[in-house]
């Protein structure tokens, strides 16, 4: 999976969660989740190290699947 965008849908779906339910798990604001579905790591929101780490625990993927999917090196 290369785009975070998708990632992250699937995964939503995958696990019946919302955007708004994962905003409350992660401390991520709803809008900027909303974006990053919608967007991936390229459009006019960038996600952060942090607000990655904080997602791919809380919908249980391995991070560096999702630093992958955002195009950020994962860490050595």
Do not use: C, Y
Request: charged content about 20%; proline content about 9%.
């Amino acid at each position: 999976m290369a785009d975070l965008g998708k990632l992250l849908q699937v995964s939503m779906h995958r696990h019946n969660v919302t955007a708004q339910a994962l905003a409350e798990r992660t401390g991520i604001r709803t809008p900027r989740i909303r974006a990053f579905v919608e967007d991936g790591a390229g459009g006019p929101v960038h996600p952060t190290e942090q607000e990655l780490a904080e997602l791919a625990e809380a919908l249980g993927l391995p991070l560096p699947e999702v630093l992958h999917a955002a195009q950020v090196p994962a860490p050595a």
